[in-house]
């Protein structure tokens, strides 16, 4: 059974910085074979891409509202892949999720439960 738990969501004040983490477990391949993504969703919008990490060309990107601020890494020996947020903005409220994707597929198939990140101003 897949599982993606993703964990360090919190309050933060405006400046601030978080670091989420999404541990996988019992994917079928290790998972360096894996396309890991982050996504957010805030109430009220849509659920939109935050960064992922493109396997083959091993070059992680960023939507232009993170970048530079936020800092996706991965530890392959511990099947974790973090999100570094360093900046934060009230705008960045919103539940975030991890999700995997095999990297020969285009759609993510396992999705984490997510986790809520609450910037006050």
């Known amino acids: 059974q897949v599982q993606l738990v993703e964990s360090g969501g919190g309050l933060v004040q405006a400046g601030g910085s978080l670091r989420l983490s999404c541990a996988a477990s019992?994917?079928?391949?290790?998972?360096?074979?894996?396309?890991i993504g982050w996504f957010r969703q805030a109430p009220g919008k849509v659920r939109e891409g935050v960064s992922c990490?493109?396997?083959?060309?091993?070059?992680?990107h960023y939507s232009d509202s993170v970048k530079g601020r936020f800092t996706m890494y991965r530890d392959n020996t511990k099947n974790t892949v973090y999100l570094q947020m360093d900046g934060l903005k009230p705008e960045d409220t919103a539940v975030y999720y991890c999700?995997?994707?095999?990297?020969?597929?285009?759609?993510?198939?396992?999705w984490g439960q997510g986790t809520q990140v609450t910037v006050s101003s």
């Open positions: 019992g994917l079928p391949l290790d998972l360096h074979y894996y396309a």
């Open positions: 999700a995997a994707r095999y990297i020969y597929d285009t759609a993510y198939a396992y």
């Open positions: 990490f493109n396997s083959a060309a091993k070059i992680t």
